[in-house]
C-alpha cells in the first residue's frame, strides 16, 4: 500500500518571498504611477519616481530570481518576442516579456521627466549623457508617444504583477500555491503596497496640494484593497482546510504561527486598516498614523510572501 509523506518544501524560501515581493510591488508601482500621470495629472515628480523606483524594484526581484537559476544562459531564449512565437502557451516566455515591456517601456515614460529634473544634472557622467542629442530626440519621441508607452506599461506591470501569483499557481504539489485565488490575492498585495510605496513618497518628498488630492485618492484605494486581501485570506483558509491532507497541514502552520495571525493579518492589514478608514472618514491632525499604516502594509505585504513560502507543504508516495 502506497504511503503519502508531507513535508515543507526548502527551495523556494525567504529569497523567493523577498522576489514576489519586489517585483510585484514594483511592477504595480509602474501600472500605478503611469495610470495616476494618464488620468488625475499630478505631480510629474511623482510620475516619474514612482516609475522609476518601480523599474528599481523590480530590476532587484529579477535579478535575485536570475541569481538563483541554475541554467542562466536558458535566459536568452526567453527575452525575445519569439519566445511567446515559439511557445504561446508558456506562462514563463509571457511572464519574461512582461518584465522586460514594462521595464523598457517605464524608462521611457519618465525619460521626459528625467531630462528636466536638476536632481540628476548633479551628477556628472549621468549629467553628460542626459544632455546628449540622442538622449534628448529619444526623449521627444517618447514625449510624442506618452499614452501608449504609458498604456503598454500600465497593462504589462499589471500582467507582471499577476505573473508573480501564477508562478506559485503553477505547483500543483503544494496545495496552499495551487489555488486560483493566489494570483488575485498577490495583484491586490502587490497594488496595496505600492500605493503604501507613493503614499510614504507624496509625505516625505513631494509635498503640494495635487499631491495632497492624489494622496487622499490613493487613501480611499487602499483601504479598499486591504478589505479584499482580508476576504481572500479567509476564503484561503476554508480552502486549505476542507481541500487535501497537504492544504490542511498548511493551515495548521500559518494559524498557529504569531508572525502570521499577529504580523501580517494584525498589523499588516487589520490595524492599518483602521488607521486609513479613520483617516477617509474622520480626519487625523497629522499623517503620521497614515504613514504608520503605510510601512505596516509593506511589512504585511513581504509577511504574506514569507509564510506563503514557509508553508509551502507537498505530498510524495513512498
Known amino acids: ?51 522609476l523606483g518601480g523599474v528599481m ?4 526581484g529579477t535579478l535575485m530570481l536570475f541569481f538563483h537559476l541554475l541554467d542562466k544562459m536558458a535566459v536568452i531564449h526567453l527575452i525575445t518576442p519569439m519566445a511567446i512565437i515559439n511557445n504561446p502557451s508558456s506562462w514563463i516566455a509571457w511572464g519574461t516579456q512582461f518584465i522586460v515591456f514594462t521595464q523598457l517601456t ?29 538622449v534628448k530626440a ?32 503553477s505547483f500543483p504539489a503544494v496545495v496552499l500555491w495551487h489555488n ?19 503614499m510614504l513618497v507624496m509625505h516625505y518628498f513631494i509635498k503640494d496640494s495635487e499631491t495632497d488630492r492624489v494622496f487622499h485618492h490613493y487613501e480611499r484605494v487602499d483601504a479598499v484593497l486591504v478589505s479584499i486581501e482580508l476576504v481572500m485570506i479567509f476564503a484561503l483558509f476554508n480552502f486549505t482546510l476542507s481541500g487535501s491532507e497537504s492544504g490542511y497541514r498548511s493551515a495548521e502552520i500559518l494559524w498557529s504561527s504569531t508572525g502570521w495571525i499577529f504580523g501580517f493579518i494584525g ?35 513581504f ?12 505530498a510524495f508516495p513512498w
Not at 57 to 60: D, F, I, K, P, R
Open 1 to 51: 500500500m502506497e504511503t503519502m509523506t508531507y513535508t515543507t518544501q526548502n527551495i523556494w524560501t525567504t529569497w523567493f518571498a523577498v522576489y514576489l515581493f519586489l517585483g510585484g510591488m514594483g511592477a504595480a508601482l509602474i501600472a500605478l504611477s503611469t495610470l495616476t500621470d494618464m488620468f488625475l495629472k499630478a505631480n510629474k515628480r511623482l510620475a516619474m519616481w514612482g516609475t
Open 57 to 60: 524594484l523590480l530590476a532587484g
Open 106 to 134: 517605464a524608462v521611457l515614460y519618465a525619460l521626459p521627466f528625467v531630462i528636466e529634473e536638476p536632481f540628476f544634472t548633479r551628477f556628472p557622467i549621468l549629467g553628460t549623457v542626459l544632455k546628449m542629442n540622442i
Open 138 to 169: 529619444v526623449a521627444e519621441v517618447a514625449e510624442k508617444n506618452k499614452s501608449l508607452l504609458g498604456w503598454i506599461a500600465a497593462l504589462t506591470g499589471i500582467g507582471t504583477a499577476v505573473y508573480t501569483g501564477l508562478l506559485l499557481q
Open 180 to 198: 486560483p485565488l493566489v494570483p488575485l490575492l498577490f495583484t491586490v498585495s502587490a497594488f496595496s503596497t505600492a500605493l503604501a510605496y507613493q
Open 267 to 301: 498589523f499588516g492589514l487589520i490595524v492599518p486598516l483602521f488607521l486609513e478608514v479613520k483617516g477617509i472618514f474622520y480626519g487625523w491632525q497629522s499623517k503620521t498614523p497614515v504613514m504608520a499604516a503605510s510601512v505596516m502594509v509593506l511589512c504585511g505585504g
Open 303 to 314: 509577511l504574506l510572501r514569507h509564510y506563503f513560502m514557509a508553508a509551502g507543504i507537498y
